[in-house]
């Protein structure tokens, strides 16, 4: 699960069953604008630094990656 503070420029993510190892966000011309590794349940990504638009945030976990679309 996942969702986006616009107030507080955060990407909230949440696994319930495995643990998060980590996230890489892009921007649409495919730049790689973050990266973190994780070793939790859940996390919150600071994405203030990040120009408004969309991104495309890839979380692995248990050796899966998810694909997810936000904009700021």
Do not use: C, P, W
Not at 30 to 58: C, F, H, M, P, W
Request: no cysteine.
């Amino acid at each position: 699960m996942h969702s986006y503070d616009k107030v507080r420029s955060n990407l909230n993510i949440e696994s319930s069953n495995y643990s998060l190892e980590e996230i890489n966000i892009y921007s649409v011309t495919g730049k790689r604008v973050i990266s973190k590794n994780l070793n939790s349940l859940e996390a919150t990504i600071d994405v203030n630094s990040l120009n408004s638009g969309l991104y495309l945030a890839q979380i692995r976990t248990q050796g899966k990656v998810e694909t997810i679309k936000f904009i700021k």
